[in-house]
């Protein structure tokens, strides 16, 4: 596989697994906050990727790897929260005095958006859920991203 194909296909990996995610949200799954942090190396990757597709070199494929891994490694982590493996950041999971203060009635009263937290699963296939499967196929996105890697 050339160089140039392999950077498309890594780069092709990235935008369907953001679309993914937007397609999930538009059909009333809102994303978490680790949700979010989990996009943003995506689309970093993209356009690694649209401006590797044009430029030769090395940077770019290792730029686009590190980005893979990125959002791989915040898969893993959302995952192991997800999963009470580990803590995850008690701004957005059922941890911390943030929430614990708040009676039911005040958590309905809210006029703000739905508080989505971090540390419940609200989609899955096979038992993994979204940001499991994100780390799976980020990985992926890896291998690809290093191979354009060894064919620069």
């Known amino acids: ?3 140039q194909l ?11 697994l953001l679309g993914g995610a937007f397609i999930f949200q538009a059909f009333g799954y809102p994303p978490c906050a680790m949700c979010i942090w989990q ?18 070199g090395r940077a770019l494929p ?3 790897a590190l980005a893979a891994a ?3 490694a915040i898969g893993v982590f ?5 999963r009470g493996w580990w803590e995850g950041p008690s ?3 059922g941890a911390g005095p943030g929430l614990g203060s708040l009676s039911g009635g005040d958590l309905l009263a809210t006029d703000g958006p739905r ?3 971090c540390d419940v699963v609200s989609w899955e296939m096979l038992g993994l859920s979204m940001a499991s499967w994100n780390a799976l196929f980020s990985a992926l996105l890896v291998l690809l991203w290093i191979a354009a890697l060894r064919r620069s």
Do not use: D, K, N, Y
Not at 78 to 82: A, I, K, L, M
């Open 78 to 82: 959302h995952t192991g929260v997800e």
């Open 39 to 56: 996009r943003w190396p995506h689309g970093v990757a993209i356009a690694i990727g649209l401006i590797a597709l044009m430029l030769p």
């Open 6 to 16: 392999t950077i498309f296909l890594a780069t092709l990996g990235s935008a369907a």
């Open 1 to 3: 596989m050339s160089r």
């Open 115 to 117: 508080l989505v937290m």
């Open 62 to 64: 290792a730029l686009g």
């Open 91 to 93: 701004s957005c999971t």
């Open 70 to 72: 990125t959002t791989a």
